[in-house]
Every structure is written in structure tokens, then in C-alpha cells.
T-cell receptor
Framework: EAQVTQNPRYLITVTGKKLTVTCSQN?????MSWYRQDPGLGLRQIYY???????DKGDVPEGYKVSRKEKRNFPLILESPSPNQTSLYFC????????????FGQGTRLTVV | DQQVKQNSPSLSVQEGRISILNCDYT??????FLWYKKYPAEGPTFLIS?????DKNEDGRFTVFLNKSAKHLSLHIVPSQPGDSAVYFCATISNSGNEKLTFGTGTRLTIIP
């Protein structure tokens, strides 16, 4: 079954404690990205990757890092989480140029206290 | 700077009637326009898309209309069913290098039985 898998689904952490949200896709997609969803703001792109070892900033990259060492994995790293990073996070993958359908993970609800 | 806007945060429609969701955009360089549907506790799922060279695309009960001169996109659902109750996001893709998928703020559609 084609899918994007994120872990964990829910996470409560304290300010400053480094965390990683994992994302894996099994569709051999080149393009992967991370979004955060906040009330009234829709889905905003944090980082994206067009292929292995190719990553770039989206609209709201501050406080986040990513890596793309393998095609299937695209982890999101918060080195020093702060309360304003409390949000619902989605990982997505897409086949690439002219492939418009993006597949999303089920989301990770992060709370930073 | 919100490039994709959904001005109606919510919409209620009687079952069996037509639901019309609207979206406005500012960038003439967008190549594709898409609609995604999101249920609570799930990631967004792709619904329908349209290329910038077309003005209409139909898939079953769902039709997307594109008015390039007005920079306006709409989704028509007819007839509306209770299972259509969800949050709908319009989105755009620009093939200007980064293939960025930009989302609107979302409209919560409620179908009244």
C-alpha cells in the first residue's frame, strides 16, 4: 500500500529538548516536504527536498532542520523546541515535475511546554 | 503575504444541494491548481486538480473551475453528501524551479442531513 508514515503521532515535550519527527514514504518519490498547520493559517511549508541530499527552505523554516540522506526518509529536527512550535505537522511526498498529487502522512501533533 | 486565499472559513450546505468552495490567488505564474480534503486526525488527501491551460475539470460529483482573468478557482460538489463534511484546501503548484505546493487557509464544509 502506498503511504507516507510519520512518527510519533503525538508528542509533548519541554522547551529546549531536541526532538526528531520521522517521515518515510514507500513510493520512490523524489519530492518530499514538511508542513505545519495552524488555525487560520492553513498549511505552511517548512522545508522541502527535491531529491537525495537536496533540501531547501520553505516559508517558515526558522527553528527547524531537515536531512535527506535516503530517498525514502525525510526527518524533521527541532534542535531547541519552543512553545511557538506547538502545531500539527504533516510530511508529504510527490513524484516530481508534472506529478501534482501529493501524499500526506497522518500528522504529528506536537506540544511544547 | 498570502498568495492563495480562501475567504470563507466555513460553509454549511443541505444534503443533496450544491456546495461551492472558492479560492483566490495572486500569482499568475502558477501552473496547476488543486483541491485537497482533510478529515480530523488524518492527513490531507488529493481530490482534484486543473492545469492552468484549462478552465474546467470534472471528476464524478466534483468539478473545478478556473477563471484566470479573475485569478479565481472554485470547487463544485453536486449533490453534496454527509461524507463530504471536511476541511477543503485549495493549493497551487508553480513549476518555476522549486515545484512548491502552496495552500490556502481552508474552508470547513458541513453537510446538513
Amino acid at each position: 500500500e502506498a503511504q507516507v508514515t510519520q512518527n510519533p503521532r503525538y508528542l509533548i515535550t519541554v522547551t529546549g529538548k531536541k526532538l526528531t519527527v520521522t517521515c518515510s514514504q514507500n513510493m520512490n518519490h523524489e519530492y518530499m516536504s514538511w508542513y505545519r498547520q495552524d488555525p487560520g493559517l492553513g498549511l505552511r511549508q517548512i522545508y522541502y527536498s527535491m531529491n537525495v541530499e537536496v533540501t531547501d527552505k520553505g516559508d517558515v523554516p526558522e527553528g527547524y532542520k531537515v536531512s535527506r540522506k535516503e530517498k525514502r526518509n525525510f526527518p524533521l529536527i527541532l534542535e531547541s523546541p519552543s512553545p511557538n512550535q506547538t502545531s500539527l505537522y504533516f510530511c508529504a511526498s510527490r513524484g516530481g515535475v508534472l506529478n501534482t498529487e501529493a501524499f500526506f502522512g497522518q500528522g504529528t501533533r506536537l506540544t511544547v511546554v | 503575504d498570502q498568495q492563495v486565499k480562501q475567504n470563507s472559513p466555513s460553509l454549511s450546505v443541505q444534503e443533496g444541494r450544491i456546495s461551492i468552495l472558492n479560492c483566490d490567488y495572486t500569482n499568475s505564474m502558477f501552473d496547476y491548481f488543486l483541491w485537497y480534503k482533510k478529515y480530523p486526525a488524518e492527513g490531507p488527501t488529493f481530490l482534484i486538480s486543473i492545469s492552468s491551460i484549462k478552465d474546467k475539470n470534472e471528476d464524478g460529483r466534483f468539478t473545478v473551475f478556473l477563471n484566470k482573468s479573475a485569478k479565481h478557482l472554485s470547487l463544485h460538489i453536486v449533490p453534496s453528501q454527509p461524507g463530504d463534511s471536511a476541511v477543503y484546501f485549495c493549493a497551487t503548484i508553480s513549476n518555476s524551479g522549486n515545484e512548491k505546493l502552496t495552500f490556502g487557509t481552508g474552508t470547513r464544509l458541513t453537510i446538513i442531513p
